[in-house]
């Protein structure tokens, strides 16, 4: 199973300036099979990045994603207000499927 | 606009089966370009993928060990809909249960059961 660990647990910052929130699986693996999701107070995660580094249909150009070795990055360019919130990492590499323990994003 | 809707009930009782059906509209639980899934959430667990079903000419499942022999995951052609069932279940299965679709990612989510396990 890949574990994945999320850092850090919860990153406080002001509108306007930028995130950095990592992501580290146990395994590195080879396929770029990785996905980022944001999710709010009593919502389902959305998707936010897919294959890495694909923003998800409607996902505004200030999120990125990108990969070195084992180690992944989502990056908020600039903070809108909407997007404070918890943010997950996953796996769909190989089964069973696996998420991180997320990053709140806070004022 | 594809869409998930989850039904179930929300309070069982230690041992209990826990049952949840996601209808789905908008898309096919045959297509072959997708796998529907449950995946549950608690504050002790995270986001927890439980299992998954897909039809590749044939219904394929695939379960989280740690659940293997409790979970079993089923779909209904007829009704568009698949379903959960997770037997023996104790206070630890307390949790919110979403249906989700995945391509590979999960890009399609349901609103979310709130299951409670309680005496």
């Known amino acids: 199973e890949i574990v994945l660990t999320q850092s850090p647990g919860t990153l406080s910052l002001s509108p306007g300036e930028r995130a950095t929130l990592s992501c580290r699986a146990s395994?590195?693996?080879?396929?770029?099979?990785f996905a980022w999701y944001q999710q709010k107070p009593g919502r389902a995660p959305r998707l936010l990045i897919y294959g890495t580094s694909t923003r998800a249909p409607g996902i505004p150009d200030r999120f990125s994603g990108s990969r070195s070795g084992p180690d992944f990055t989502l990056t908020i360019s600039r903070l809108e207000p909407e997007d404070f919130a918890v943010y997950f990492c996953q796996q769909y590499d190989s089964s069973p499927l696996t998420f991180g323990g997320g990053t709140k994003v806070e004022i | 606009q594809a869409q998930l809707q989850q039904t179930g009930p929300g309070l069982l009782k230690p041992a209990q089966t826990l049952s949840l059906t996601c209808a789905i509209s908008?898309?096919?639980?045959?297509?072959?370009?997708?796998?529907w899934n449950w995946i549950r959430q608690s504050p002790s667990r995270g986001l927890e993928w439980l299992g998954s079903?897909?039809?590749?000419?044939?219904?394929?499942?695939d379960y989280a060990p740690s659940l293997k022999g409790r979970i079993s995951i089923n779909a209904d052609a007829s009704k568009n809909q698949f379903s959960l069932h997770l037997s023996s279940v104790t206070p630890e299965d307390t949790a919110i249960y979403y249906c989700?679709?995945?391509?590979?990612?999960?890009?399609?989510w349901g609103r979310g059961t709130l299951v409670s396990v309680s005496t």
């Open positions: 908008g898309d096919s639980v045959s297509t072959n370009s997708a796998a």
């Open positions: 079903t897909k039809y590749r000419s044939k219904w394929i499942n």
């Open positions: 395994h590195n693996f080879v396929n770029n099979f």
């Open positions: 989700a679709r995945a391509a590979w990612y999960f890009d399609l």
